[in-house]
């Protein structure tokens, strides 16, 4: 009696698991997707990367004298650690132009 209750159960289960669930489907579009904006990058702006630099990139570490570094070194630098002080675009353009204007030459 308990193992051809148990056979049963076990195939109800595997029944009625096995079904194909309903997926909702859409037919038509309401509304079109729109493309992902894009951040417009204007001028460097010295003053503001400078701040930006002293606040977002002091918070974790010592600041380094940017005349330590060459303008080159500077972008490795910068593309390293600017996802890490979640600088926006037009941030990094900040603080990268200040401190390539005060690299080593």
């Given amino acids: 009696m308990k193992i051809s209750f ?3 159960l076990f195939t109800f289960i595997i029944l009625f698991s096995c079904q194909k669930k309903a997926v909702p489907v859409i037919t038509a579009r309401t509304i079109e997707p729109s493309a992902p904006k894009t951040e417009e990058l204007s ?3 010295l003053p503001a990367g400078k701040q930006l630099f002293t606040n977002r ?3 974790c570490h010592g600041l ?5 570094y060459t303008a ?3 972008e490795t630098i910068m593309a ?3 996802p890490k002080a979640k600088l926006s675009g037009q941030e990094q353009v900040h603080v990268t ?6 690299a080593a030459k």
């Fill in 6 to 8: 148990i056979a049963s």
């Fill in 43 to 45: 001028a460097p702006d």
């Fill in 57 to 59: 990139c002091g918070r």
């Fill in 64 to 68: 380094p004298d940017p005349a330590q």
């Fill in 72 to 74: 080159k070194r500077w």
């Fill in 80 to 82: 390293l650690m600017a």
């Fill in 97 to 102: 132009a200040w401190v390539k204007e005060n």
